[in-house]
């Protein structure tokens, strides 16, 4: 290891000067100091990308300030750049590098002495060193101890390098920060890997009871850094977002999400935006509950609704974001619903077990459709999760693994166009923006060595590609919802003939079922649903009330049945009025009637009354159709009076006198005519 003191504080000018074309510029917010606090260095930028005769450039703070002070004061102190072997074993040897700093080995370094840096006014270091080709200097036939005077760090080849940041004082080592820099050769034709930048925005639940929407502050937080990232680097990135969600800020009440949403409805436009169903629904358990109208359907609201609120933006639809694992029924599903191409985010490609390259090319068969798989590498998963803090780091190092995985396959004999790495977070949700941007802007300067791609742009499946086993998928749970969502439903639709289907009640439950099937509501949640759901049936199946107990009296034998009907209900209800008596004759014993709501409406029947007394009438209530009875009988009393009856009598007695005295009279003639002709009654004048 060759190891150069700085000398000449005008060399440090002249480089500076020299090197400023090629420094990578980073975004102020990249500036900001990252939290490193086991190295004791703070290491806030760097240029990634290293080409013919260019410079490292490190903008670094030191943490301590008791070792501050003695690298500012200590006259033997320095800081030390230093190089290591060049990467060979691909991405997993980087993430050795980063696991284990002892590794580490130097083939190259320079020092700096610390009180002759550069400070900025943040107080921050920044150095600057030239850079050469190990090869080139041999060739030129120049040793080593030639070049002493012109400080230069130099690369055996292109590649990714390890670099170490060190703080010496009296030649101990005191702290030191790890990162990465690759050097570049433009004028080597290489064929680049593509890469695809995934992001998503989840379909959480904002129902509430009374049929209002709440953005939590969690979810209002990943709308935000999607904004953020899609501002910056929306061309790079391809975006799923939730229509739900959307739906959602749109009919929140909080300002503050309505400025959210007009934010968010500029960014989606620089995207490319793959729509999805308009909130989660697991394709396999639809497949396998027979719920294939139920996915297609919010497959298609899915469409419109995004189409509806980004009219800029075409989204792209046959391509499909997998949250949960998969098995050969939803593959069936999707592949009939149209779909070409299969993302699987991590939770759904654990599934399939481990894989040593998971960039390789994947197909799935749906019958004589081959469908293109897409698996997301498991190693990045974490190290985009990580917090804010670290974002330069951590995206160097990413981007590290990237391109030597890019060389590796190239090495091994591969062909990297044909390997295709999709990153994304654990669940696809973006928490760290800066973290995807600080990725996308040291990867895009690259374009020889990585494509970044979007889902617009996704090649045909490939028929070698390997075919991975599907396992069956439990879907009890998914059976156990749905089969109560179904009964559910059946007793709402009860009301159909009952219920306006344009009410706000109808679109309230339409809207509740919908999210009650989603898969991303918890069952405490499905059960609140569920309970308030059943309590407003019943309240509407038992709002229409006739007063029990009532009694009719009747003067004749023709008379009227009035009921006057009473709605406590916010909604106009049809219903079925059933009569019955075993004394009345109704001309009509069914009547279907309106009645508004929070009022009364009067149902008059007319009816004969076949004899006298005091009998039930038992009146029952049921949907407009008949179908079902609402509430429970009601029994009323009819009374008709005797002196309904009186006419007849008289009728009767009157002919039974006249009947009498007819015959009275009649024997009185009879006898006077006897009388009259008897010999010893008969006198002679």
């Known amino acids: 290891m060759r190891l150069r003191t700085l000398i000449a504080p005008i060399l440090m000018a002249v480089v500076v000067s020299t090197a400023a074309p090629l420094i990578l510029t980073l975004p102020a917010e990249a500036q900001r100091t990252e939290d490193i606090a086991v190295t004791g260095l703070k290491l806030s930028a760097q240029n990634f990308h290293i080409y013919t005769s260019g410079t490292l450039r490190f903008v670094f703070s030191v943490d301590d300030p008791n070792l501050l002070n003695k690298l500012l004061t200590v006259k033997n102190s320095v800081i030390r750049v230093s190089i290591g072997a060049r990467v060979t074993g691909g991405d997993q040897e980087v993430r050795d590098l980063i696991s284990n700093p002892s590794l580490f080995v130097a083939t190259d370094s320079v020092d700096f002495a610390t009180q002759s840096l550069l400070r900025k006014q943040d107080g921050q270091f920044e150095i600057t060193a030239l850079t050469g080709d190990l090869s080139v ?5 120049l040793t080593s101890e030639s070049q002493n005077d012109v400080r230069k760090i130099d690369f055996d080849d292109r590649g990714i390098y390890p670099v170490r940041i060190e703080s010496l004082i009296n030649k101990v080592v005191r702290a030191n920060v ?25 379909s959480t639940n904002t129902l509430q009871l009374d049929g209002s929407h709440i953005v939590d502050d969690l979810t209002r937080e990943k709308i ?43 960014a989606i436009s620089k995207t490319n935006l793959v729509a999805t169903t308009y909130l989660a629904f697991d394709p396999s358990g639809a497949r396998q509950t027979q719920h294939d109208n139920e996915f297609n359907a919010l497959v298609d609201l899915g469409k419109s609704s995004l189409s509806s609120r980004f009219t800029s933006n075409v989204a792209v639809s046959d391509v499909w974001i997998a949250r949960t694992p998969l098995d050969q029924f ?13 993302v699987m985010l991590p939770k759904a490609g654990a599934a399939l077990g481990n894989f040593d390259n998971a960039a390789r090319p994947y197909r799935l068969v749906s019958g004589d459709k081959t ?43 591969g062909t990297p166009s044909l390997n295709r790495t999709v990153l994304t977070p654990q669940d696809g949700a973006l928490l760290n923006s800066n973290l995807i941007h600080e990725i996308l802007l040291i990867l895009k300067r690259v374009p020889q060595q990585i494509s970044i791609q979007t889902m617009g742009n996704l090649p045909e499946p490939r028929q070698d590609a390997y075919k991975p086993n599907l396992r069956v998928k439990d879907i009890s749970q998914f059976k156990t919802r749905m089969n109560e969502i179904d009964l559910l439903r059946a007793d709402l ?15 309230i439950w339409n809207e509740r ?40 009296t009747f003067g004749s034998r023709k008379s009227q049945l009035r009921f006057d009907l009473k709605n406590s209900s916010n909604e106009d209800l049809t219903i079925q009025v059933k009569v019955e008596s075993p004394k009345l004759k109704l001309d009509k014993s069914v009547a279907v009637i309106e009645v508004p709501a929070n009022s009364a409406n009067e149902l008059v029947i007319n009816v004969v009354a076949l004899s006298n007394g005091l009998f039930p009438v038992d009146v029952r209530i ?32 009157a002919l039974l006198l006249l009947i009498t005295w007819w015959a009275a009279h009649f024997r009185r003639k009879y006898r006077t005519q006897v009388s009259d002709e008897h010999p010893v009654l008969r006198s002679d004048t």
């Open 622 to 653: 049921f949907t407009a159709d008949g179908t079902s009875q609402l509430g429970r009988k009601i029994e009323i009393s009819a009374r008709v009076n005797a002196i309904a009856g009186l006419g007849q009598v008289v009728s009767g007695v």
């Open 330 to 342: 939803g593959v069936d599903l999707l592949a009939e619903s149209g779909y070409r191409s299969i």
């Open 513 to 552: 079922l919908m999210v009650m099937s989603s898969d991303t509501l918890t069952t405490t949640q499905r059960e609140e649903f569920a309970t308030q759901t059943r309590n407003e049936l019943k309240s509407l199946r038992t709002a229409v009330t006739l007063k029990e107990g009532t009694t009719f």
């Open 137 to 141: 200097v041999m060739a030129n036939g």
């Open 371 to 413: 469908m293109s798989l897409y698996v997301v590498d498991p190693t990045y998963v974490a190290q985009l999760g990580e917090g804010k803090n670290n974002s330069f780091i951590t995206a160097s190092a990413i981007a590290a693994q990237l391109l030597a995985q890019r060389s590796k396959i190239e090495s091994d004999g």
């Open 493 to 507: 639709n009860k009301l159909n003939s009952t219920l306006d289907q344009n009410s706000v009640t109808w679109a």
């Open 224 to 266: 935000a850094q999607l904004v953020s990232l899609l501002e910056l680097d929306g061309p790079l990135v391809s975006t799923q977002v939730s229509p739900h969600v959307i739906d959602s800020l749109n009919k929140s009440k909080d300002p503050a999400d309505q400025e959210l949403l007009l934010r968010l409805t500029d």
């Open 178 to 202: 790890t990162s990465f820099v690759n050097r570049v050769d433009l004028s080597t034709r290489l064929e680049p890997m593509p890469l695809n930048m995934l992001v998503t925005l989840d």
